[in-house]
């Protein structure tokens, strides 16, 4: 054994494979208690959420120099969100660590294929995911995978599902994801937490739980990201899950969404519309609402979310939602409308001519190509329906809330960003196809129809619509008079 006392701590990691201390002296008391609990747990993924500067990649590293030394002939997989950072950020730390390593425990570093091989035939592979290198982290069998800043890894779901998960069945392995919050909510590594949290394998930590970042640096950090009530301070110092309102696509909505999600009920006439936008990897959206005259509001019923599906069940299923929200069979109260349905003015949607052409004749019904010259212009118009209130969502159309709360746009700011199950957020456009669609103005109610009484009032339909008090007025007191 060495007499240098740090090469005796890194002998005894080496050598008793329950010593429990680990590397712990290389870590503040904020880390060290998250390797506790990750060494503690139960489960086979285990997640970390955590504050901006706490610490994380020198954790992920130490826990993974662990493993390597303590159980011979380990295989360590270590992903970061791009291979720049693996360069940029595992490589230094794992500089640091090892600086008191004993020369006998040393790896041997190939940089072109970023692997430290230990002695003892362990070895911890690091690879970035961008660009399909997630692959590079394919191989039999993993003891230990860490994901570092996994919020902020695109395809999050598939690198631990298909890519780690699979290699760590036969060994018993486990899986840590470490990541400060996404920049939307929208995003896998906010299920990741949701679901790890359920099963009691999560650990939450925040700024003011990091011992080496002082009150005073706290105030600093608060007051460049525009104090404590922006987006920026909450997500990446308090670690909450909220969308960056620098990148979404409707910034009002987080502030309007109690006024413009809710019910109402219908008006005895109404004009309904549909606008769909069509996607097979991405999801296809359909959105089914009517103008409500009365209260000159877009009123959106429901919604039919549909993934991987062809052009005759797509239409086959709004189809379906078409009659179960407006069929006329078997109600009260007809109010003289002779159609079995309130037929849909318009049905827009953004898809190629060819599939527009087979919605169109599977039931012989009738949907046009959505309008998407101006797209900025048909935004605003969006975003300004969510700030007067001129629009209502029925809460049973998740999709669409949850797209309108937590969409972004992509680093150029060209096209809406994709996000695992969210898709490109495309509620959003079909919502956009929707309102561009109708016509606010038209009046849905018959000729001898009292808007304010509600109820009908007999005068010739040849009477110019409006004053119609004054009109039944007159009408009867001519029958007064015998005329």
């Known amino acids: 054994m060495s007499e240098d006392p740090r090469g005796l701590l890194w002998e005894l990691v080496a050598n008793d494979g329950d010593f429990g201390e680990g590397l712990s002296y290389l870590l503040h008391s904020g880390q060290d208690d998250l390797r506790r609990h990750f060494i503690g747990a139960k489960g086979r993924t285990f997640v970390i959420c955590c504050a901006r500067r706490y610490g994380k990649s020198v954790l992920c590293v130490a826990l993974a120099v662990e493993q390597a030394l303590r159980h011979p002939g380990s295989i360590v997989l270590y992903a970061a969100p791009t291979a720049k950072q693996v360069k940029t950020i595992v490589e230094p730390h794992m500089r640091r660590v090892l ?5 006998k425990l040393q790896p041997n570093y190939n940089r072109q294929d970023s692997e430290w091989r230990f002695p003892n035939g362990s070895i911890v592979r690091a690879a970035g995911c961008d660009a399909g290198h997630a692959e590079r982290l394919r191989g039999t069998e993993a003891h ?25 069945i036969t060994t018993g392995g486990r899986i840590l994801l470490v990541s400060t919050p996404s920049v939307t909510p929208a995003h896998d590594f906010a299920h990741y937490c949701e679901q790890a949290e359920a099963n009691n394998n999560y ?31 909450q997500r990446e110092y308090e670690a ?27 008006p005895p006439y109404f004009h309904t519309y549909v ?93 046009i190509a959505a309008e998407k010259d ?28 949850s797209h309108l709360r937590h969409a972004i746009w992509n680093k150029s700011r060209t096209s809406f960003d994709r996000s695992g199950d969210f898709g490109h957020f495309d509620a959003v456009d079909a919502l956009k196809y929707l ?21 009908k009032v007999w005068f010739p339909r040849h009477e110019p619509q409006g004053n ?15 005329l």
């Open 144 to 168: 230990l995978a860490l994901v570092d800043e996994a919020g902020f890894m695109a395809d999050l779901g598939y690198v631990v599902q298909d890519v780690l998960m699979p290699q760590t």
């Open 203 to 233: 650990v939450h930590r925040t700024v003011y739980d990091a011992p080496h970042i002082t009150p005073a640096m706290v105030e600093e950090y608060a007051a460049e990201c525009g104090g404590k009530t922006s987006s920026t301070w």
């Open 275 to 367: 606008a769909m936008d069509v996607g097979y990897h991405d999801l296809t959206v359909a959105l089914l609402g009517y103008m409500h005259f009365d209260e000159a509001k877009l009123v959106i019923e429901d919604e039919v979310v549909l993934r991987h599906t062809v052009s005759r069940e797509i239409e086959e299923s709004v189809s379906k939602k078409e009659q179960e929200l407006w069929s006329m069979r078997n109600k009260p109260v007809d109010h003289g409308r002779n159609a079995e349905m309130w037929e849909p003015m318009t049905r827009v949607v953004d898809a190629p001519a060819q599939v527009v052409a087979d919605l169109c004749n599977f039931h012989e019904r009738n949907w």
């Open 99 to 103: 600086a008191d390593c004993p020369a």
């Open 240 to 266: 909450k899950f909220v969308t960056d309102t620098d990148l979404a696509v409707i910034p009002e909505f987080s502030a309007h969404e109690a006024k413009i999600v809710g019910e109402i009920e219908r």
């Open 435 to 455: 309102i561009r669609s109708v016509d606010f103005h038209r009046n849905p109610y018959p000729r001898h129809w009292d808007v304010k009484q509600g109820s």
């Open 468 to 482: 119609a008090e004054k009109l039944q007025a007159a009408l009867l007191g001519k029958r007064r008079r015998g």
């Open 374 to 401: 101006d797209a900025a212009a048909a935004l605003n118009a969006l975003r300004l329906a969510v700030s007067n209130h001129s629009l209502l969502i029925h809460p049973r159309c998740k999709t669409l809330i």
